[in-house]
Each structure stands twice: as structure tokens, then as C-alpha cells.
């Protein structure tokens, strides 16, 4: 990386001063399992494993290499979901092959959907240039073991957000930051992400450069964005190290940067002061950036800052739906209405023989209860033309029999032979058996009308049974059919 000076940052930093200073309440006791989980000694021994492979110069046999061994190591810590994305980029030797390691640990079961991404980053490749044999135990070494710790834990207990793991290639510039030099695997990725239309979900993006440093600071740039500096100074109180934290008063091309000229609110923790004395930086880019300036209790507090700025974005999603009302109460609810649904389905079907019993409303009423519950099964369209059914078959159900057997001179005998018969012909030959039933019965009906009556005006048993039969087609007929149908309506709903 490299610092940006500028008058507005400045000015920036000193409004946040003021505002950030005060706002950073000690809650002391605050931790999770991932705090606690956190291993400074499994940090420590990640950053010495990867450092000594020795350099890694961008875009290099070696740095492919280191490349693979992050993958394995992640692998190894649980996080499965890992893989190697090797790209083209031009550069100043011309266009040549970039390795990032990216890596997804899926959100927690009770993160909301889709859930929101949290990008954790830290280039692996080592500056090119300094000696034969600088393998950047801090820059770049510290922020990959930190890193590696800090997948293990989130694997072990994830957060409610989806978090992206990226280990940048060729953040280091071979000659000079230019456009075709240097931050290649962070521009690439976040290119790709804007590509997958994965931006709009990413929440924030967290870099971890430089961070292993035995003599521990916090130098955060200008250019990180306000809101995560001061989740990261509220952090730091919370880890005891408050007053190693600083604001510089100036910006810093880092990868993070990528991620900002998308808006992605982003924050760089860097320790900007890696020399042999307070304030000073003059062992980065330096052969003496090696293993011994580093400790596991800097990688720890680094560590510990990025993953409380995670959980306290964590903390701002939308809570999670309580269980009672997505594990228990949501079923019964559906069950419950459903049994009811049932009875009156049954009852409106038996009402369509029983004359006692209105058919059709009950089945409808059946509609209506389900219509309570919460999904509101039933367009208002569908269940108002299905009311005015209800009433008209029930009104020709009143009428239409009693006229067509004055008509054509049947009984009541015929009507209840008719049913009767429907009932003989649908429970011992079905499915058909009910037509040929309910003529018989209609006519064994006007037949035993005939023979009781005393009335002078005998008619044709054969066309009072068919005047029977026919009113009973279209009274009874049509509210088994329209009964039936709600019938289906109600299957619909409990799939
Ligand atoms: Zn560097």
C-alpha cells in the first residue's frame, strides 16, 4: 500500500475525532464464542507457516504455491467452500496470471435471506525488489495468519452474514502503483462481484494489512469509512487497547480502495507505524520485516478488532423470526384451521342428500376458514364469485325440484326414491351406479306414490319419476358438484 495526502481527509478525520472520541462505551464484559474461540497461538503459528515458504513475488510460481497452501489451510479449518481464481492482468511486464483465494462460509440459519455478504480480505503476495530472500513476515504474512484464524472461527460459529474470505495476488506494485500496477487481485475481485450483482449485497469489506507487529498500533486512514472506524474504536476499547489505536490524518491506497469507488463501505486495518521506534515505519518494505517483530498478542488484538466490527454489523440485521411462530405455531395454526375445514366439507357434502342440512354454504363456510389463515389462500375475486354460486345453486335447489315435479306431476315419493337410490347406486356400484339408482328409486317412488295416493289424478309413474330425476340432478346434482369443487379449492391450500 501507500499513503494518499490530502486536505479534506484531514479535515474529515478531525469531524471524526470529535465524534468518535466519546463515542466508544467500555462494555467490557461483551464477548462471543467467536472471541473465545479465537486462537492468538493458532494466528501466530499460520503467519510463521506462511512465511516461511519463503517470498511470494505477485503473479509467481511462488506465489501460486502460496496460493495452494492458503487453500489447504482453509480446508483444513473447516471453511470447504474454497477455491483458487486465477485471472489476467496487465502489467507492467505485460499481461500476466493473478491467483486470489476465495472462500464462502454460508450465513447462520437464522441470518435473514438472502443474506448479506461481509468481504474479509488480506494480500498474500510480498514486494518484489527488497532482497532475495524478504518473505514479509508482517506485510504479508501476519494478515494471511490472522485471516486464516479468523475463517476457522466464523466457520466454527458462523455469523448472519454470508462471509466472503479473499486472499489477494498482486497487491504489491512490481515498479510503482499505476493503473496496471499493483491491487490486481483486489480490483479483479471486486470487478467480479460487481459482475454477479454481489455488490448491492455486501455490506461492508474489512482488510487486514500489516497487522502483526509486536509493538501493536492501529494506524486507520483517513479513507475507511466513518461508520466502520468507529465500530473498529469501539472495538478497541472494548479490547483493552484503545490508546494504540490512531487516526491518521492521511489516506492509503489498499485494497480496500476497490471496494470504496463501488460505495462499499470498507475499512483498512493497518499498522502504519512498523519501525524501531514509536511512530516510526522503517522496517516495511525492508529486509527487517521479519518473523521476530511479529506476536501472537498483536495478531490477537487486530484479529479480535475485525471480528467485534463483524458481529456489530451482525447485530444491526433484522432479528430473527421468533421460533414459536415459524416452528409451532404456524402449523398447528394450518392443521387446526384444516380440521375444521374438513367437518364442515364433510357436513356440506352430507347436506347435499340431508334436507335438514344447507350443503353448499357449510362446504363455503369451509372456504372461509381457511381463508384465515396467515397466507390468505383465496383471491377476494375467487371467493365472492364462489359465494354467489353458493347462493344461486341454493336457491335453485329450493325451487327447481318441487316445480318439476308439479310439472310433470310427480311426488315426494319420487324425490326420496331418487335419493335413496343415489345413495344405493353410489356406495354398491360406483363410480356411475348413483344415476342408474336414482332413476330407479325415483320410479319405484312414484310407483308406491301411485299405489298410497288416493288422489283421482293418477300421472305415469315413468314420467313422474323422470321429473324426479331430473329435479334431483339439478338441485342435488349441482350442490354435490359445486361442494365437490370447493372440495378440490380446500386440497389446493394444504399443499
Ligand atoms: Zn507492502
Known amino acids: 500500500m501507500r499513503f494518499t495526502h490530502g486536505l479534506l481527509p484531514l479535515l474529515l478525520l478531525m469531524a471524526t475525532s470529535l465524534v468518535a472520541a466519546p463515542s466508544a462505551p467500555a462494555s467490557a464484559a461483551q464477548t462471543s464464542l467467536r472471541l473465545t474461540a479465537f486462537s492468538p497461538a493458532n494466528a501466530?503459528?499460520?503467519?510463521a507457516a506462511f512465511y516461511a515458504l519463503g517470498p511470494k513475488p505477485a503473479a509467481s510460481p511462488a506465489a501460486q504455491a502460496a496460493a495452494r497452501h492458503i487453500l489447504d489451510q482453509l480446508r483444513i479449518f473447516g471453511v470447504t467452500n474454497a477455491s483458487l481464481d486465477s485471472f489476467e492482468s496487465p502489467s507492467p511486464s505485460g499481461l500476466q496470471t493473478f491467483c486470489n483465494v476465495l472462500a464462502t462460509i454460508p450465513a447462520a440459519p437464522s441470518a435473514p435471506s438472502p443474506a448479506p455478504l461481509l468481504l474479509l480480505g488480506a494480500h498474500y503476495d510480498t514486494k518484489i525488489g527488497i532482497s532475495d530472500q524478504f518473505a514479509g513476515a508482517n506485510d504479508s504474512a501476519?494478515?494471511?495468519g490472522a485471516l486464516l484464524e479468523i475463517a476457522r472461527v466464523i466457520a466454527?460459529?458462523?455469523?448472519?452474514?454470508?462471509?466472503?474470505l479473499a486472499f489477494f495476488d498482486g497487491e504489491e506494485a512490481a515498479i510503482a502503483y499505476a493503473p496496471n500496477d499493483g491491487f490486481h487481485g483486489s480490483q479483479h475481485l471486486a470487478a467480479t462481484m460487481l459482475k454477479n450483482e454481489e455488490i448491492p449485497r455486501l455490506s461492508a469489506m474489512i482488510l487486514l494489512d500489516m497487522i502483526g507487529d509486536a509493538s501493536f498500533s492501529l494506524t486507520l486512514p483517513a479513507n475507511t469509512d466513518h461508520d466502520l472506524r468507529k465500530l473498529a474504536l469501539a472495538a478497541a476499547?472494548?479490547?483493552?487497547?484503545?490508546?494504540?489505536?490512531?487516526l491518521l490524518p492521511y489516506g492509503m491506497s489498499d485494497d480496500h480502495i476497490a471496494f470504496q469507488q463501488l460505495k462499499v463501505p470498507a475499512i483498512d486495518l493497518i499498522d502504519f507505524e512498523f519501525g524501531s521506534a514509536p511512530g516510526k515505519n522503517d522496517y516495511w518494505h525492508t529486509p527487517a520485516d521479519t518473523l521476530d517483530k511479529i506476536s501472537p498478542d498483536s495478531l490477537k488484538k487486530s484479529s479480535k478488532i475485525a471480528l467485534r466490527i463483524a458481529e456489530a454489523l451482525d447485530a444491526r440485521l433484522p432479528a430473527p423470526v421468533p421460533?414459536?411462530?415459524?416452528?409451532?405455531?404456524?402449523?398447528?395454526?394450518?392443521?387446526g384451521l384444516y380440521a375444521i375445514a374438513i367437518l364442515l366439507?364433510?357436513?356440506?357434502?352430507?347436506?347435499c342428500l340431508i334436507p335438514a342440512l344447507p350443503g353448499p354454504p357449510l362446504a363455503y363456510a369451509a372456504l372461509l376458514v381457511l381463508q384465515c389463515h396467515p397466507s390468505h389462500p383465496y383471491s377476494l375475486t375467487f371467493l365472492i364469485i364462489?359465494?354467489?354460486?353458493?347462493?344461486i345453486v341454493t336457491i335453485a335447489d329450493m325451487i327447481a325440484p318441487s316445480w318439476l315435479t308439479k310439472k310433470a306431476g310427480g311426488s315426494r315419493w319420487g324425490t326420496w326414491g331418487s335419493v335413496l337410490g343415489f345413495l344405493v347406486g353410489l356406495i354398491f356400484f360406483p363410480p356411475f351406479g348413483f344415476l342408474i339408482g336414482c332413476l330407479l328409486g325415483a320410479f319405484l317412488g312414484e310407483i308406491l306414490a301411485s299405489h298410497s295416493s288416493k288422489s283421482a289424478k293418477k300421472s305415469a309413474p315413468v314420467l313422474s319419476a323422470l321429473a324426479a330425476f331430473a329435479g334431483f340432478l339439478l338441485g342435488t346434482g349441482l350442490k354435490l358438484l359445486l361442494c365437490l369443487?370447493?372440495?378440490?379449492?380446500?386440497?389446493?391450500?394444504?399443499?
Open 485 to 495: 369443487y370447493f372440495c378440490l379449492q380446500s386440497l389446493h391450500f394444504w399443499h
Open 142 to 144: 501476519s494478515g494471511v
Open 237 to 246: 476499547t472494548d479490547e483493552d487497547c484503545r490508546s494504540a489505536v490512531s
Open 386 to 391: 364462489s359465494g354467489l354460486l353458493t347462493v
Open 156 to 164: 466454527l460459529h458462523p455469523l448472519r452474514h454470508e462471509v466472503r
Open 345 to 351: 366439507l364433510l357436513l356440506g357434502l352430507l347436506g
Open 323 to 335: 421460533a414459536e411462530s415459524s416452528g409451532f405455531v404456524r402449523p398447528f395454526l394450518k392443521t
Open 44 to 47: 501466530y503459528s499460520n503467519t
